[in-house]
């Protein structure tokens, strides 16, 4: 169901999302659910029910923002980055940051990483999400249920913002890892590029970007980056 651009203008400003950076099939797709489900009649009468019910906005904002998650997701993603990472155990202060980190597990998967170089305690860990609902579950830590037998490192100091990173860009520069994994899929290809500058630009000279393990840089070196092996790309530079 292909909806306008007055539709994209009317339904980002009664949910306070940017529609616009999302791929339309996905946005189309979420739409229609909404409309299926027979309580409104249409995208005006579901823009006036965003606007005025927090809970809808919420549901809808969730649809669109998906934030499936997992301590340790793609597991082998984590075991290639330790492979890279080694150096970090000599650095004074390492700097991560999970950018669309939903409710904070890769984050925390991050700094068990740092805490087997002996660095979690001293590391800046930061995770940022668009959604508040995502860093407010963040901030009250992991379940137990959701560690499988980990133990997380008890000096490491995560710190998580709301931040929508296309529209507001990097929380600054100079990171030693950045991991935004599994959250451009949805974007639509202008948003993605965009984005994907970005993140080349907040890191290091010698930072490592992971991205999920369906997603790649069009251009790794227009944007001034290595191919370190599928889905991991290195700032050039020294590290
Ligand atoms: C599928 S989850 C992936 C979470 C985590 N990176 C992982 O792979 O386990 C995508 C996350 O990106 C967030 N997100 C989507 N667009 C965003 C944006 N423009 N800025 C920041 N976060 C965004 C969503 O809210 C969601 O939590």
């Known amino acids: 169901m292909p909806i306008s651009v007055e539709d994209v203008q009317t339904l980002s400003a009664a949910s306070d999302l940017e529609l616009a950076m999302f791929r339309p099939a996905h946005v189309e797709a979420r739409v229609a659910r ?6 409104v009649a249409d995208i005006v ?6 606007r005025h ?5 919420t549901e809808f904002r969730r649809s669109i923002a998906i934030s499936v998650t997992g301590f340790f997701r793609d597991a082998d993603q984590f075991e290639l980055l330790a492979e890279h990472t080694d150096h970090l155990r000599y650095k004074e202060r390492p ?3 999970s950018a669309g980190c939903s409710t904070g597990a890769e984050l925390w998967t991050l700094a068990v990483l740092l805490d087997r170089l002996g660095a979690a305690g001293r590391a800046q860990l930061l995770g940022s999400d668009i959604l508040d609902e995502n860093i407010r579950r963040a901030r009250a830590g992991l379940d137990e249920g959701e560690l499988a037998g980990h133990v997380l490192p008890e000096d490491a100091k995560p710190w998580f913002e ?3 990173i296309v529209t507001q860009g990097p929380p600054g520069g100079g990171w030693d890892i950045v991991l935004c994994r599994n959250m451009a899929i949805y974007l639509e290809p202008n948003a993605r590029q965009r984005l994907h500058g970005m993140l080349a630009e ?5 930072g490592l970007l992971l991205l999920g393990r369906s997603e790649r840089l069009s ?3 227009a944007l001034g980056m290595e ?12 590290a």
């Not at 909404?34 to 309580?39: F, N, R, S, V």
């Not at 907040?202 to 010698?206: F, V």
């Open 95 to 97: 700097r991560v940051w």
């Open 202 to 206: 907040s890191l290091a000279p010698g």
């Open 227 to 238: 191919f370190v092996a599928p889905h991991l790309y290195r700032r050039a530079g020294t």
């Open 162 to 164: 709301v931040r929508d």
């Open 219 to 221: 251009d790794p070196r």
């Open 45 to 50: 009468e579901l823009g006036s029910v965003l």
């Open 53 to 57: 019910d927090p809970g809808a906005r």
């Open 34 to 39: 909404a409309l299926e489900k027979g309580t």
